[in-house]
């Protein structure tokens, strides 16, 4: 089995491959997972930034 690596491509042994493949996969479902509580994180924030806003402008044209 063969590995890509650049421009070039390098002999390896099959196992090693599948274990870095399976290791690459754990990390972005990692990162994947701490991207998606950032944007639920900020979602929120920004709504509640949204009804500040709204309840201020409320608050003056009263």
Do not use: F, H, P, W
């Not at 002999?11 to 509580?37: F, G």
């Amino acid at each position: 089995v063969y590995k890509s690596i650049g421009g070039i491509m390098v002999k390896s042994e099959k196992d090693k491959l599948l274990e870095e493949k399976k290791s690459l996969k754990v990390t972005l479902e990692m990162r994947t997972k701490t991207i998606n509580q950032k944007l639920d994180r900020t979602k929120t924030q920004l709504e509640n930034i949204r009804k500040s806003i709204q309840s201020d402008l409320q608050n003056q044209r009263a």
